[in-house]
């Protein structure tokens, strides 16, 4: 005998968070912020890849800033209205339980149903998938493939 599990009146949602950068808007979980923080110009060094801008203090830590731009093959850009989104680390490193991430403005909360709509649009390297938000594109970033970029380049 089988049995049906059905749940009335039920929706399945998530809020998700759209991360603004200079060239594409950028759709994560809620969960994966740990926290926004205004841009602070970060403690650089020679020979880091173009797309990590060098470490960031928070919270007595000190971070690896990367720009998502450059590191997916596109341009580094500093805009007025830059933020810094800290974000939890998923790469499973017992050493790594954050990264931060260069934003151009603030992130902006959505709820977000089970029936997103892919976008058929071209994805770069990081880019997961691309979904259609009303009449914009946003991006799926693979944070767990930046952080690999790190771990690849010896910086973590």
Not at 5 to 15: C, G, K, M, R, Y
Not at 70 to 83: C, H, L, N, P
Request: charged fraction near 15%; charge should be neutral; avoid cysteine.
């Amino acid at each position: 005998m089988s049995q049906a599990v059905t749940t009335q009146n039920s929706t399945a949602s998530l809020t998700g968070l759209l991360l603004p950068l200079s060239d594409r808007t950028l759709l994560v979980p809620n969960v994966a912020l740990a926290e926004l923080i205004p841009y602070r110009a970060p403690q650089s060094s020679s020979g880091l890849p173009a797309w990590l801008l060098g470490q960031v203090a928070w919270r007595d830590l000190r971070l690896p800033l990367l720009s998502f731009e450059g590191a997916a093959g596109g341009e580094v850009k500093m805009g007025s209205g830059a933020r810094v989104a800290v974000l939890n680390a998923l790469g499973g490193r017992p050493h790594v339980k954050f990264i931060a991430l260069l934003l151009q403005g603030i992130p902006r909360s959505l709820k977000l149903e089970a029936d997103l709509r892919r976008a058929n649009a071209p994805l770069s390297v990081l880019e997961l998938d691309a979904v259609q938000l009303g009449t914009d594109v946003v991006k799926i970033p693979d944070l767990a493939g930046l952080e690999q970029m790190l771990a690849d380049a010896g910086l973590i």
